[in-house]
């Protein structure tokens, strides 16, 4: 058991998963050797960074504006979810048209820090999970 998770084995498991932990970090650009489960879903939903650009590109994991699609022998992954969730998706030319870009400004993508804000519970950064501040808009 101990050479399974012995960290100075380079062979252990344990050295595998840092080791491409550390991989993901570096490609992603996390602020860590070790991303976040945050990070990496605010950097998906607000400009489709992990999908858009993934470490490798196969079957599994095709490059993509959205998660949904990245299994194949299913819509999406949850339940009852039907549709793409991620804000990204919804400024991207597979929703988003040409035509659109004429009536309306072309939108903007979010970066890890401005979705971070939008979803932070505290009333000082207008985060929309603040009860008070959902209520204003």
């Given amino acids: 058991m101990d050479a ?22 570096a490609h992603f650009g996390c602020y860590t050797d070790n991303c976040t489960a945050s990070e990496l879903a605010f950097k998906q939903w607000g400009a489709a960074n992990i999908t858009l650009d993934p470490r490798s590109t196969n079957t599994y994991m095709p ?14 992954p949850i ?5 793409p969730m991620e804000y990204s998706y919804y400024t991207s030319s597979d929703f988003w048209t040409a035509a659109d870009n004429q009536t309306y400004v072309e939108p903007f993508l979010l970066n890890m820090n401005q979705v971070g804000n939008i979803s932070d519970p505290s009333y000082s950064w207008y985060g929309l999970t603040n009860q008070y ?3 204003i808009i």
């Fill in 63 to 76: 490059k993509s504006t959205s998660l949904m699609g990245w299994i194949t022998d299913t819509i999406w």
């Fill in 133 to 135: 501040n959902s209520m």
């Fill in 4 to 25: 399974f998770y012995n960290a100075t084995n380079p062979d252990s498991f344990y050295s595998s998963l840092v080791n491409q932990d550390t991989l993901n970090a």
């Fill in 79 to 83: 339940d009852g979810i039907t549709v």
